[in-house]
């Protein structure tokens, strides 16, 4: 079956630091890659995606790339703040509509 | 423009109770799901549909039954509640149609089995 891994956390960091959170992923054929985040008491909300191949997604600092050659989709920010702190779900889903979502890493940034 | 709503938002069950979990959506997407949140751990899919009348297995389907007899609604059933099922439950849909493929999700449900 298809599978999402995450970089375990807990991540910890200082205010401007710059951000990775690893995500690979395992299925077959081309599925859409996503970045979720999850603020405390909240529901998950959708941070950014790729569809394909190369695709660049990018929402408020944060980028990943689809690369299909290492089956990554890895999460990076520049200069993260502390608004930043919250759990991020790597997520794919099939063309046949079939979510698979990662574990989540915890964010916490330090002022 | 509600989005996805779930209700109710807390519930607590005693062992062997049955209850429904409510999922609605206003945006006339096809695909709706169902996940289970524990502690500390990641979304784990229950049941999907892809659409009316349409359900399938995700990867923890025992212990719960789904219907899709709308569009709009996708309830979620435990028959025999036990203490395994004590999680966050989230209710999520999409249109699935190209780019716009992207889950909207509810606020969740947090359902304590005691």
């Known amino acids: 079956g298809n599978s999402v891994t995450q970089m375990e956390g807990p991540v910890t960091l200082s205010e401007e630091a710059f951000l990775t959170i690893n995500c690979t992923y395992t299925a077959t054929g081309y599925p859409s890659l996503f970045w979720y985040v999850q603020y405390p008491g909240e529901g998950l909300q959708l941070l950014l995606k790729?569809?394909?191949?190369?695709d660049k997604g990018s929402n408020k600092g944060f980028e990943a790339t689809y690369r299909k050659e290492t089956t990554s989709f890895h999460l990076e920010k520049g200069s993260v703040q502390v608004s930043d702190s919250a759990v991020y779900f790597c997520a794919l889903i099939t063309n046949a509509g079939k979510s698979t979502f990662g574990d989540g890493t915890t964010l916490t940034v330090k002022p | 423009n509600a989005g996805v709503t779930q209700t109710p938002k807390f519930r607590i069950l005693k062992i062997g109770q049955s209850m429904t979990l409510q999922c609605t959506q206003d945006m006339n997407h096809n695909y709706m799901y169902w996940y289970r949140q524990d502690p500390g751990m990641g979304l784990k899919l229950i049941y999907y549909s892809v659409g009316a009348g349409i359900t399938d297995k995700g990867e923890v389907p025992n212990g719960y039954n789904v219907s899709r007899s709308t569009t709009e609604d996708f309830p979620l059933r435990l028959e025999l509640a036990a203490p395994s099922q004590t999680s966050v439950y989230f209710c999520a849909s999409s249109l699935l149609a190209g780019d716009l493929n992207e889950q909207f999700f509810g606020p969740g449900t947090r359902l304590t089995v005691l």
């Open positions: 790729a569809t394909k191949a190369d």
